[in-house]
């Protein structure tokens, strides 16, 4: 087991090597569905009944192995982190997902869970061979939807941006010209003419101005107005909270799967410590 791990990691780090014919959309799609996985984390209602919640996106990259936008993750304990597949209703134990490799400076991190060993990983593609105007499928968990959804984007352009403010890192991204929403983040970007995955979602453009930040942010309170009892800064806040979810200006970017293959070369040492 330990050497098919290895052998799948190097085929996926020289997999941009071949030739691949074009396939149709739907195929794409259809092939690439049992290899989506939903991130999840689970929090308590209003009656502190227990409530998953869709956080973002991923997809498997090597047996039990999965990708993900780190933001994704942020903020969540490690032994609260699920994987759930989109063909699987129910959430159980088995879903429970470890970080493995994370890497802040590209906002990505590989998760573990032996339970999604058996399934199908999706192949990376050649970055550098992708051209602006071919067109790509992005597929994830829209606004925590747990239906996977597809959608069609061109490649707008390419950039190198600093994800990180302050340090002096620049990420290789693809600008797409699509509708990028909370939820998208950490799903695949499949290349249409190679049927490979050449990117990772990660931001989507447009957010409330900064002035509207700070009511989102503070925790001022109204101490003599109420709503029906609300307070209205909690109503604007929430109102704030949506709108910046919905908030899509048809344009979002992908990290380019250049630096998931730099983390998975370095892992291969990592892969083969791993128990059968």
């Given at each position: 087991?330990?050497k098919l791990i290895i052998i799948l ?103 573990r869970c032996p339970f999604l060993k ?118 604007l806040q929430e109102t704030l909270k ?35």
């Amino acid at each position: 087991m330990k050497k098919l791990i290895i052998i799948l990691l190097i085929c996926q780090i020289c997999t941009g090597c071949e030739n691949v014919d074009e396939k149709s959309v739907p195929s794409l799609i259809k092939e690439a569905e049992s290899s989506i996985v939903r991130v999840m984390f689970v929090t308590k209602d209003k009656e502190k009944v227990p409530l998953p919640v869709v956080r973002g996106s991923a997809f498997l990259v090597a047996p039990g192995i999965a990708v993900t936008a780190l933001h994704v993750i942020d903020g969540l304990p490690e032994k609260s982190i699920f994987l759930v597949p989109a063909d699987q209703n129910q959430l159980n134990k088995k879903n429970l997902a470890t970080i493995f490799v994370k890497d802040p400076n590209h906002d990505l991190v590989l998760l573990r869970c032996p339970f999604l060993k058996d399934r199908s990983f999706l192949k990376l593609g050649e970055p550098n061979q992708v051209e602006i105007g071919e067109e790509s499928i992005l597929m994830g968990f829209p606004m925590g939807d747990p239906i996977l959804t597809s959608s069609k984007a061109m490649i707008a352009a390419k950039a190198r941006i600093e994800l990180l403010k302050g340090y002096d890192v620049l990420t290789d991204m693809f600008k797409l010209d699509c509708a990028i929403n909370s939820g998208n983040s950490g799903g695949p970007v499949i290349h249409i003419p190679s049927g490979k995955v050449i990117g990772v979602v990660s931001l989507k453009v447009g957010a409330i101005s900064q002035k509207l930040q700070i009511f989102k942010k503070k925790k001022a309170r109204s101490a003599r107005i109420t709503l029906e009892g609300d307070d209205p800064i909690d109503l604007l806040q929430e109102t704030l909270k949506d709108m910046e979810r919905n908030l899509n200006l048809g344009l979002g970017y992908a990290i380019s799967v250049s630096h998931l293959k730099k983390i998975l070369e370095m892992s291969t040492t990592q892969m083969q410590a791993l128990p059968e």
